[in-house]
């Protein structure tokens, strides 16, 4: 663009050269309407206005201009008694009327305030009566939005004195560093507290706005300021402070929901914590139950008679009798089958040998007794109570061990089907455990194909050992999951994939394995009865299974097995997937498992601590 034509020494002002654009463009505009677009653009008083304005600004700015006077106020008032001695003209009255007018006062005091730059914020004068016998005060002045103070009080049951309870970490309280935990309250506004309730000192508060003072005697020694916490939780269950009659403050508490990540800011009280949602931008930290505080109101709101599902199932039948049952420390199953096959209700048919884990089925009434065992039970299980879990913050990088992923469900729901899915679209990324058993190896199968076959000895050898994450008998034969199959997959760098009962889900979520437990959910039944009107479910004996058609027993089962496992351990699923339609839940069990390897998750501390 060629240079503006200015005199010597002459530098264009931004007015002059917006003025001069259009003529300047001209020659580079080939569209009519684009040049008279710019002119009325350009022409526009209101954008002329805007830099004239802008102009005028830099000019007085740059000749760094001192005010004349720094008390017009004064002079204004000096003014106005002179006036008041004249003669009351027209035109005296009115120039009395606009110096006595708010806004004109208020803006001859800014005026004093910008020229004089005493920007410092001006503290009340201290009280006259002061009793110099008195233990030292503090006069404090926080000026109060929106935003709640951040504090609790309360009254000290001897003296009767209203205290500091507590101070939110990253309120207003907090931030301006003034008032501190034990800090003794003696006015408000000036309104002395000494007879009043901590309530009525709270509607005080709540239905001030500004600037409120504080009268207080300093309790304790002020401690510096300690560091933001980075103990991250998530919690197990949903809060609501607005439902909780224990909490202090009702105001002061923070809701949140099952999931949710917490960074926790205080654990001085053993009580309630002080925490804020992780990622938010608000400072200020609100009130929590405690882990053990929490803990203790679950344990007492659960009845003792509470037991797992299955023992309740069975709990009018003998016990199983068998050497290997342990009341103590497994679970004793009566009419039960070890179930080797689920069912694949897309097509009708079963797939024979793919089970490789082992769940409790009731189908047939006459086999033998069957036993389950895990390394600990589902009453050991119960006696957890999930409030929170210390969390970090996790991604897989590259070439690392991939993470276990345990599917859990009830029985029927296609967990199977799942898996199979997976294994044919990723053969070489996906694999599943081999079992191992005791009986005798049949002519068509191989070692470590269908089966690791190990003697008897050597299998009840390794139960002793804690070598088997579940394992059952069946016609005198053991049958297991180990854990050495789970790393043999691991270490081929292959994503393994588990199936088994969720109260053995606890006894896996260890650094080495760091499981992500997926919960597969059927349906409402209306649907499960639409869905698998055609389908068919595995009841086995050994690997020599019948498939049968699913019955309104088998629907009421699943559901209500999904319900208890979702109440029970519902703590432990990292995804739920309903299982209305096989497509779809495939694609978002594969879409997850995806972002298991590639994203950053909240997993235990221990895990990455380790």
């Known amino acids: 663009m060629p240079a503006l034509a200015t005199g010597p020494g002459h530098e264009p002002g931004l007015y002059e050269l917006l003025a001069a654009l259009p003529s300047q463009l001209q020659h580079h505009v080939n569209q009519p309407e684009d040049n008279t677009f710019l002119h009325h653009m350009f022409g526009e008083r209101s954008l002329q206005s805007l830099v004239k304005i802008h102009e005028r600004l830099r000019n007085y700015e740059a000749r760094k201009p001192i005010p004349a006077l720094d008390n017009v106020t004064a ?56 009793d110099e016998e008195e233990d030292s005060v503090k006069i404090i002045r926080l000026v109060k939005n929106k935003e709640p103070l951040g504090a609790t009080i309360k009254q000290d049951e001897r003296t009767g004195a209203i205290l500091v309870a507590r101070i939110m970490r990253g309120g207003a309280a907090d931030r301006s560093g003034l008032i501190h935990v034990g800090d003794e309250l003696k006015e408000v506004n000036g309104i002395p507290v000494d007879d009043k309730k901590p309530e009525e ?71 309630w914590w002080q925490a804020k949602h992780e990622g938010d931008a608000n400072p200020r930290a609100g009130l929590i139950p405690s882990k053990q505080f929490q803990e203790r109101r679950f344990a007492l709101r659960r009845p003792a008679a509470t037991l797992p599902l299955p ?60 036993m389950y065992e895990c ?8 006696a957890d109570v999930p409030t929170y879990e210390e969390v970090s913050k996790y991604r897989r990088q590259s070439g690392a061990k991939h993470r276990l992923v345990i599917l859990v469900g ?18 070489q990324h996906f694999s599943v455990t081999i079992p191992h058993t005791s009986r005798a190896k049949k002519n068509q199968e191989s070692d470590g194909v269908e089966y690791h076959f190990i ?54 979520r260890t650094p080495e394995f760091k499981p992500f437990v997926v919960f597969v959910k059927p349906p409402p039944i209306d649907r499960l009865r639409e869905t698998r009107k055609n389908g068919k479910i595995i009841s086995s004996k050994d690997d020599k299974g019948t498939a049968k058609p699913f019955t309104e027993e088998d629907f009421q089962e699943m559901v209500a097995s999904a319900k208890t496992m979702e109440s029970q351990y519902g703590h432990l699923f990292e995804k739920i997937i309903v299982n209305d339609d096989l497509t779809e839940a495939f694609g978002e069990l594969r879409l997850a498992l995806k972002r298991v390897e590639s994203e950053t998750h909240w997993v235990p501390v221990s895990w990455t601590h380790s």
């Not at 089907?417 to 053969?427: A, D, G």
């Not at 050597?458 to 139960?463: A, G, H, N, P, V």
């Open 201 to 271: 000192i709270i509607r005080i508060l709540a239905q001030s706005q500004g600037a409120i003072t504080f009268k207080v005697v300093p309790g304790a020694k002020e401690e510096p300021a300690t560091k933001e916490s980075k103990v991250f939780m998530k919690a197990f269950f949903d809060y609501d402070p607005k439902e909780d009659n224990a909490i202090p403050c009702r105001e002061a508490g923070l809701a949140f929901k099952k999931g949710s990540i917490l960074q926790i800011m205080s654990q001085e009280d053993p009580t």
């Open 75 to 130: 002079l204004s008032n000096d003014l106005s008694e002179v006036l008041r001695e004249k003669s009351a003209t027209a035109e005296i009255k009115e120039l009395l009327e606009i110096l006595a007018k708010k806004h004109v006062r208020s803006l001859l005091e800014v005026h004093d305030t910008v020229a004089r730059k005493n920007f410092d914020p001006e503290l009340p004068p201290l009280p006259d009566d002061l």
């Open 455 to 508: 003697s008897k000895h050597l299998f009840e050898t390794d139960i002793h050992n804690n070598k088997f994450i579940e394992y059952g008998e069946y016609k005198g034969n053991y049958y297991g999951t180990s854990l050495d199959s789970i790393r043999s997959v691991i270490s081929k760098n292959k994503v393994c994939l588990l199936d088994v009962q969720p109260h053995t889900i606890k006894h896996l």
């Open 410 to 427: 009830p029985t029927g729901v296609g967990l199977n089907e799942l898996k199979r899915k997976l294994l044919i679209c990723e053969p």
């Open 375 to 382: 390394k600990k039970s589902e009453m050991y299980d119960m």
């Open 311 to 370: 023992l309740q199932r069975n709990s009018s039948r003998r016990s199983s009798g068998t050497s290997q049952t342990c009341s103590a420390h497994g679970v004793s199953l009566d009419e039960v089958a070890l179930e080797f096959e689920d069912a694949d209700y897309s097509s009708g048919f079963h797939l024979a040998g793919f089970r490789r884990s082992f769940r409790l089925s009731r189908r047939d009434k006459k086999t033998n007794k069957s």
